[in-house]
């Protein structure tokens, strides 16, 4: 959302090329209402969502965790202050030597999937803890994710009894939702799943206590969608019914439900035209598109509100594209995007709830276009 | 292709992340070869492919032009040692104070595709050259292009009238018949439409002389596909036919032609896994994705080679993912990639045919993952 105190930082300077500016305030309030919704659970923030390091420091000042996805990641988080008992080694798919390196630097939680990726923890990190990732479908995720992390439930049972075998600690489970899941049953079913690798391995001796929620905290953008309260009496109430009075320690992950709304993208308007004299549609060309932080337009999936100056008179339908010879930079065009008749070349366009997965996603120089610049305010 | 050159290099180095490595003796190679098929045609790089220092160097010395996309190309092949005369602003999406730039540092050519370029160019440029792209259909292209560029062949003469009438010089047309085109005819249909074009403003007292092919020539990648000089004799049949004894002055711009089978990415295998006890399929993942380089992966549309040790053993079939936390990063999943039985965690894994649009496209530092490291030989 388009803050006061980021359209005083627009207004004070001049841009040659598309900026995103993120609000402080904005994910300082989000952190304190996922702590405020969630007292019993700890937050490790998604730090791929944005690593910028004053979004680290204030978070680890407020007391974050952090879910960490590379060893470059878990560097930014110990320069920001927090201490390595603070953070996760979140990813399913690490090199044997990266492990190595977490370990040394005193990060001792890993994301498991799979009983090759125990052995790699077992060898690397003696006597780490470990939860396993198993898969939920991910319906209702406006952002889809495939069968790409996590094993089935019982797979997961094999997996943790393995890592207990070889001297890990077997801690728990993780899951994802999908990234903005709007369905609040999906937590459900996760849960329910969740709940039943801990019975079966406590049946076996091995008392697991830990449940990873993940993220999925949607951001808002273009549609309403249920506030964090709601999410978290939805997660609470399929916590009683699966797990009774023995609730486990519950984590979640937060990415862009922690800084999504707080960025704003400043954008201008390269060219406006049309493809022939009939055509009933305008192209709006944008100075920024899917390879230079864009890249969640993909498939048309995330629909970011847009705001010009011109909002409020008449809007025709567009395609919007990016500024690189790239063909496949186009960011709406299967459900064209209504904008206002009157905008015109070199234009300011705001991009609203662009503050996660968008400076990390850039190419770093497709066409000759640089990165996209990030300001922390 | 796998060079000894590329082998030898490879081999005397040690890697902790993803490289491509490029071969300058075969840009050379394919350089001739264009040169040779085509010894009426002059040749403009299509610099996005792949801006490294060494290959522009290479091109500008063996007399090539090059084809740019952003003021930042330019200047980077200015510092290659090439003329400001062989560069084309290729992009037709421009900021007006872009091309005043380039006009400043010498570029008087255009690519247009708008009233509304024409006289931003007009403003910025006055007296440059232009050409206005064409739309074409691009069907029987691997990387298909969508209506983003180029406007119909009446637009086209609106276009260009507009450009004389304010100034400029029109000079002719351009069209892409779609990055790795198969379909020889497609070239033909696009060159009818040329004519068209060349004839109806002859007729109002306005000479083109240049038709812009554009790119599209095919690097080989896992299919066979026909040699330069089958597509130089479908296309000078072409020219022949519709523009008669009057042959125009032609441009090409090839970009993965030039440099895309002369690179070779040399990746490490993270993970191998199953999601269940039964599956038939293994999860290959590699420390290369989407988003470490191999973008044009994107809905499977290119289908590299892939070579390992173990070539010539047993096959299975496999789902291939990079290494982020991002369920999209999975490379080949619809279309299984069959790979070697005994492929082991830690493995060397070459990806053939990745000169071009790979380093560029590589994200700044998505997961915390550094771009593709580059190396040109």
Chains 1, 2 share one sequence.
């Not at 019975?199 to 091995?206: D, K, P, S, V």
């Not at 206002?340 to 996660?356: C, H, K, N, Q, R």
Request: negative net charge; aromatic residues 8%.
């Amino acid at each position: 959302m388009l803050t006061d105190r980021i359209r005083q930082f627009l207004d004070s300077r001049r841009f040659d090329g598309p900026v995103v500016v993120v609000d402080r305030e904005v994910v300082r309030e989000n952190y304190e209402a996922f702590a405020r919704a969630l007292p019993d659970t700890r937050i490790y923030y998604a730090v791929k969502a944005n690593p910028a390091p004053e979004i680290l420091e204030l978070l680890a000042g407020l007391g974050s965790n952090f879910d960490t996805a590379s060893v470059t990641e878990i560097r930014q988080v110990l320069a920001a202050g927090a201490s390595p008992d603070r953070i996760s080694y979140g990813n399913t798919i690490k090199k044997e030597r990266d492990i190595a390196t977490a370990f040394e630097l005193g990060v001792d939680l890993f994301a498991v999937d799979a009983v090759e990726e125990v052995e790699k923890v077992a060898r690397a990190a003696p006597g780490a803890r470990v939860f396993c990732r198993v898969l939920t479908d991910g319906e209702g995720a406006e952002w889809p994710l495939s069968r790409k992390f996590g094993c089935t439930a019982d797979m997961a049972i094999t997996v943790l009894e393995h890592a207990h075998r070889l001297g890990l600690q077997a801690r728990g489970v993780s899951f994802h939702v999908g990234s903005q899941q709007n369905d609040l049953g999906a937590w459900d079913k996760a849960l329910e799943l969740s709940a039943y690798v801990f019975q079966t391995l406590a049946e076996r001796g091995i008392r697991l206590s830990m449940v990873n929620m993940g993220g999925g905290f949607p951001a808002r953008y273009l549609k309403e969608i249920p506030g964090v309260m709601d999410y978290a009496g939805a997660i609470f109430g399929a916590l009683r019914k699966h797990f009774g009075n023995r609730l486990p320690e519950t984590i979640i992950e937060p990415g862009r439900g922690m800084v999504g709304n707080a960025g704003v993208i400043r954008s201008e308007v390269v060219l406006i035209s049309k493809k022939a004299a009939d055509d009933d549609k305008r192209w709006v060309y944008l100075d920024i598109g899917k390879f230079g932080g864009l890249a969640e337009t993909m498939d048309e999936a995330i629909r970011y509100p847009i705001r010009t100056r011109h909002d409020g008179g008449a809007t025709g339908d567009c395609v919007i594209a990016g500024p690189t010879c790239d063909s496949a930079d186009v960011l709406y065009e299967k459900a064209p995007y209504a904008l206002p008749i009157s905008l015109e070349i070199g234009d300011e366009v705001l991009i609203e709830s662009t503050g996660a997965y968008t400076t990390t996603y850039s190419a770093v120089q497709f066409n000759g276009f640089a990165p996209l610049a990030s300001y922390v305010i």
